[in-house]
């Protein structure tokens, strides 16, 4: 029993698949529910329910597959129902990872429209450096090519992502020459750095003003793609 992340129920499917597991792995996500069946590590039956609407086979596998949030509980040596899957395994994990980098890729903005929106904040807080989108440890976009500027930053997202579920929505830290801060939204984060002698009182401006557009409109399209 767990939690889906950022990488939805792929990594469960491809496990159960190494490991030549039977059962059915239950999943729940707000109002929508759904079953994927396996035997000896193939995949043979998925079903999904939302609003009393149901649908089955590789439909509803792809729909499941879209899901990055809500709970699964894998239920051993169930028998599936009946057969709606029979593509081989190779061709459905290979769908299933297209389909997963489609999604990543179509939800995060550009480093482009990223560097639009720093720019726009320079205005106010020239000590400005960076701007990031993160979706848990995963850095989606971001503004700078400085490499060691690029891993320092890395490296506050994953201490960040270690702590428990209690952590803030927003976190700033001073390191030296360095300042952060991580403005966080559901599974998305916008990800300021700034030079050491920027006001906290700036860097906080910039991160609200970055949470409406960076991780609002980010949102948007995210829950419009899995609609």
């Given amino acids: 029993m ?12 491809e496990s159960a698949h190494h490991h030549e597991w039977s059962g059915v792995i239950r999943l729940r996500n707000g109002r929508m529910v759904g079953a994927v069946w396996m035997v000896k590590g193939h ?4 079903v999904m329910l939302q609003d009393g609407a149901q649908i089955e086979g590789v439909s509803a596998l792809e729909s499941i597959s879209a899901w990055r949030e809500g709970t699964y509980f894998l239920d051993p040596n169930a028998l599936p129902p009946a057969r709606t899957i029979r593509l081989g395994m190779a061709d ?10 489609g999604e990543r890729r179509e939800s995060a903005p550009s480093a482009r429209g990223l560097s639009e929106v720093l720019q726009a904040l320079r205005e106010r807080v020239p000590g400005l450096e960076s701007l990031s989108l993160s979706r848990g440890i995963t850095v989606e976009a971001t503004t700078t090519a400085d490499a060691a500027e690029r891993e320092w930053v890395n490296g506050q997202i994953r201490r960040y992502c270690d702590e428990d579920e209690s952590m803030p929505e927003r976190l700033f830290v001073q390191d030296g020459d360095h300042a952060l801060l991580i403005v966080k939204k559901g599974r998305l984060a916008a990800v300021l750095s700034a030079r050491g002698a920027t006001a906290p009182e700036a860097l906080l401006w910039a991160g609200e003003e970055a949470q409406k557009e960076v991780l609002d409109r980010s949102d948007e399209v995210s829950v419009a793609g899995n609609s």
């Fill in 92 to 101: 459905v994990l290979s769908a299933l990872r297209r389909s997963a980098e």
């Fill in 2 to 13: 767990g939690r889906l992340d950022r990488r939805g129920s792929l990594p469960l499917v």
């Fill in 43 to 46: 995949l043979v039956h998925a």
